[in-house]
């Protein structure tokens, strides 16, 4: 819907649904230029309303008829204000029948029913529905449906909707038909229908309770060598919940659909999910180990959906993250349990904790921060965020870190035997933890109602006479849009103290056992701990496992971060020791390329990074992700003002001193983490890959390394996986070695049949300092370019504009023309991608003087176009706003 004066909804203003829906009946005659759809719907009055009134949602449909217990209506009987029919003075019992029509093949925005290379294919999360048929288009209206679809065969053989299968055949004029039906009660955007002519891998799976179910993946032709492993991800999936949280797979059949344009990761519609094909196909010749990883964490993600999110949904979009930030730590925790080791889990949370700071802390700085549950929106695709998702699931692990895995299980259970069935809160799920576990969490309550990331800081005092440790936490949050003022969350700090042996000190407080760590409840401004029995000064390691989504402010010295990066037991802050020690000279060699001064790096780091490279009793995996530097992002949020040129150069220096003074050692690494035979996308051969390839990349960033370049273009010759292939070719490119072009050009040649795999040729260029703005506009006129792919979108245009800071900020601002315009471009056909591309100037004030007036400029050239959807203008809007 576009409007010049957007309206915001509040969560306060929530009113029940005037009418509720128990059966839904829906027919479809699809054609993609105009499909009919009959709708027939069984309703009964609200005893909680009260109104009269039947409420009903429509968008981009023309009405054709509408009848209320078989009477048609004429115009004078209802009345449609924008999207909303309304029909007053409606009887208490309902039969609501209405016809439409829509045109799948002009729906650009992929929301709704629509056409992707010649498949019909649904999106109806969040307010996709009401583009299929009118209908009362909320969470909180669960309803039964059967569905008809009706479609010429020979185009469309294979027709798919939730639920069972439990009727087709043959229908005059070369067309067929198929009935389905869905036993469980869901609200609308559950829906889906997919109409194509697909190719599937099935298998039958036998269920923990001795049922067999029907297990479907359905790809396009020529694609079925790609979907092995997205089958055996959903097994274990389910095998997973069955063991880990008592929960089954509640229908005969489980079918998952690959399509290449789609707005989202993939969706979890009742039985029939429906994904991007980035996280179904995949093999070794055109994946990466992270897309495997993806493909795994996805499917189990919208599998585990089925339990949270669909048989117990959200009462209101307000709640998203009741859904989303339980699932995304469910398919976290599987993730890890997939692992299988200590080493591992600990490597997926630190990739955990990187994303948290590397995209949800700025949110939470920036003009788009909103609490958890948000108290209003404009337009509800805008807050599919990394708030709602990551920190939402943060906000889970930690009812997990202070109840126990056992605790939270029976609140896990509490929460299914109440709510099985019914659209609720995310309060619900709060009361069903404490009252399962007798626990008082109405303070925690605070973590959903408030915005902004926790700043918790820490003081240690040791009496060495006493032999007494005492930790002082304060805790505070910086305001926030609408939030000037935050009362004190209730913060898990788990922590633990190390000696001058390495060793973790057993921690007693108030004469209690607490093992070598102890989770710590803060709960007011400040709040002081006393251990006894600490017979030496310790290194606190505060924080342990990243126990709550917070900055910890502690004054380390050098040597206190160098013990903990050579000892602490806890991996995660093993790790955040490494950061630290990195962010510091990041953001002093930062300051020096400002000022022209010249940059150093101490020999300190150098060594303390070189120990790391070579200890061989460290996995691989953890290796690579301890010499992984901060990245420019995360530099930028810790610099009052935002130099982007200064921090690539500084951290490119870095880089290149690792590279030159770690040379023999890298190159030893390289060689001591080869995966020879067949690839496997296990945890070990992936720890390997990763850990050679960060090597390689920082040999190839050494001035003038031609051995590294060559080493670069023989694994790139010679590779047999695309995760080596891909690296070394992002080596040649970032190092602007000379045989780079011809390399692009070898690589294109080879994978141009292969759309996921051109995307990461797209995106190796857009992020390459060299890619300028001319660059990526050539780009753009390539054949294999296509603007309304949003996969295409985001590997070109989205990578330039949020991961190349060299070329987005140059300083005559023709990247942040060129972003107005794609941002009006995108708004046009897909107001969704637009908006999310948008999201790249959130934090224009953080940046210096010369780049704000340009940044500035192009915000006002967006907000200035008279047609612009409420997705980007409340992006555009918040981010001029003071």
């Avoid at 128990?22 to 609200?46: K, Q, S, W």
């Avoid at 294979?158 to 299968?165: A, E, I």
């Avoid at 969706?267 to 429906?274: S, V």
């Avoid at 240690?460 to 505070?476: C, G, N």
Wanted: aromatic fraction near 8%; proline fraction near 5%.
């Amino acid at each position: 819907m576009r409007t010049d004066t957007p309206l915001t909804i509040y969560r306060k203003d929530y009113t029940a649904p005037s009418y509720l829906v128990d059966t839904v009946e829906l027919g479809f005659d699809l054609d993609p230029a105009r499909t009919i759809v009959a709708n027939r719907m069984t309703m009964r009055r609200n005893p909680a309303s009260g109104q009269r009134e039947i409420e009903l949602y429509g968008e981009e449909i023309d009405l054709v008829a509408l009848r209320v217990n078989g009477k048609t209506l004429g115009k004078r009987d209802y009345r449609i204000d924008g999207n909303l029919l309304r029909i007053p003075n409606a009887p208490e019992d309902v039969v609501l029948e209405i016809e439409t029509i829509c045109a799948p093949e002009k729906n650009t925005a992929l929301s709704g029913l629509y056409v992707s290379n010649g498949n019909f294919i649904t999106q109806c999360e969040a307010e996709g529905f009401r583009r299929i048929t009118y209908f009362p288009d909320r969470p909180d209206v669960m309803a039964k449906y059967t569905v008809m679809l009706r479609a010429e065969k020979q185009r469309y053989p294979v027709l798919l909707s939730n639920g069972n299968l439990v009727e087709e055949g043959e229908l005059p004029g070369g067309r067929h038909y198929a009935k389905w039906e869905d036993p469980f009660p869901k609200p609308s955007y559950l829906f889906a229908l997919v109409a194509s002519n697909l190719v599937c891998q099935e298998e039958k799976f036998k269920l923990a309770d001795g049922r067999t179910a029907l297990l479907q993946v359905w790809v396009e032709e020529g694609n079925l060598d790609k979907t092995d492993y997205a089958m055996q991800s959903l097994k274990r999936s389910i095998r997973w919940d069955e063991e880990r949280f008592g929960l089954e797979l509640d229908l005969d059949r489980f079918m998952i659909v690959a399509t290449g344009d789609f707005n989202m990761g993939a969706m979890e519609n009742k039985g029939l999910n429906i994904f991007n094909t980035k996280y179904v196909l995949a093999n070794p010749r055109v994946a990466t180990d992270l897309d495997f990883q993806g493909i795994e964490a996805v499917v189990g993600h919208e599998y585990f959906h089925n339990w949270t999110g669909n048989r117990v949904t959200c009462r209101d979009w307000f709640q998203l993250s009741l859904k989303e930030g339980l699932t995304v730590f469910r398919d976290q925790e599987f993730s890890g349990d997939m692992v299988g080791t200590d080493s591992g889990r600990a490597v997926n949370r630190i990739d955990q904790v990187r994303t948290l700071r590397q995209v949800q802390f700025p949110e939470d700085a920036g003009p788009m921060a909103h609490p958890v549950r948000p108290d209003s929106f404009v337009e509800i695709n805008n807050f599919y965020t990394v708030t709602v998702y990551e920190k939402g699931a943060e906000v889970v692990r930690m009812y997990q870190t202070l109840l126990g895995r056992e605790g939270f299980r029976k609140g896990m259970d509490l929460y299914f035997e109440r709510h099985d069935g019914q659209a609720v809160e995310c309060d619900d799920f709060r009361r069903a933890m404490a009252d399962a576990n007798g626990r008082d969490l109405a303070q925690f309550e605070r973590w959903y109602s408030q915005a902004g990331t926790p700043r918790v800081r820490a003081a240690m005092r040791y009496d060495a006479a006493a032999k007494t440790v005492e930790l002082t936490l304060s805790q505070s949050c910086p305001p926030t849009p609408g939030q000037p003022d935050k009362l004190p969350f209730h913060i898990p700090v788990a922590v633990g103290l190390v000696g001058r042996d390495g060793r973790d000190i057993p921690l007693v407080i108030d004469g209690e056992p607490r093992g070598n760590t102890a989770v710590l409840e803060l709960t007011a401004a400040e709040q002081s701990w006393r251990f006894t029995n600490v017979p030496e000064l310790p290194v606190p390691s505060l924080l342990r496992d990243f126990s709550a989504p917070v900055v910890l402010e502690y004054d380390y010295r050098d040597e206190d971060l160098l013990h903990l990066f050579s000892h602490d037991s806890d991996p995660v802050n093993r790790w955040e020791a490494g950061q630290r020690l990195a962010m510091e000279r990041l953001l002093k060699l930062t300051a020096d390329v400002t000022a022209g001064s010249r940059m150093q790096l101490d020999d300190t780091f150098v060594d303390a990074m070189r120990k790391v490279l070579t200890d061989d009793a460290l996995d691989p995996a953890f290796r690579e992700q301890a010499l992984l530097l901060p990245t420019e992002n995360m530099i930028a949020e810790q610099t009052e003002v935002v130099h982007p040129l200064s921090i690539h150069m500084a951290r490119q220096f870095v880089r290149a001193t690792i590279g030159t003074r770690l040379r023999k050692e890298l190159m030893a690494a390289i060689d001591a983490n080869q995966t020879p035979g067949e690839y496997s996308p296990d945890a070990e051969a992936i720890g390997k890959r990763a850990l050679k390839n960060l090597a390689l990349s920082y040999l190839a960033a050494a001035t003038d390394d031609n051995e590294a370049i060559d080493l670069a273009g023989q694994q790139f010759e010679q590779a047999d996986n695309m995760t080596d292939k891909a690296a070394a070719l992002g080596a040649l490119i970032h190092a602007r070695a000379q045989s780079a072009a011809g390399a692009l050009q070898d690589f294109y040649d080879e994978f141009q049949g292969e759309a996921l795999v051109v995307d990461k040729w797209f995106a190796l260029q857009a992020s390459a300092p060299s890619t300028d703005v001319g660059a990526v506009r050539a780009l753009m006129q390539h054949p294999a370019f296509n603007i309304r792919n949003p996969n295409r979108a985001r590997s070109l245009v989205a990578t330039f504009c949020m991961a190349n800071h060299v070329q987005f900020h140059v300083p005559d601002g023709s990247g942040y023309q060129f972003w107005a315009e794609q941002v009006i471009a995108l708004d046009a056909l897909n107001p969704q991608v637009a908006s999310r591309l948008a999201r790249a100037m959130d934090r224009w004030r953080r940046y210096a003087p010369v780049l704000q007036a340009h940044m500035k400029k192009a915000l006002q050239q967006v907000n200035g176009q008279k047609k612009l959807s409420n997705d980007v203008r409340e992006v555009i809007s918040k981010a001029l706003a003071n």
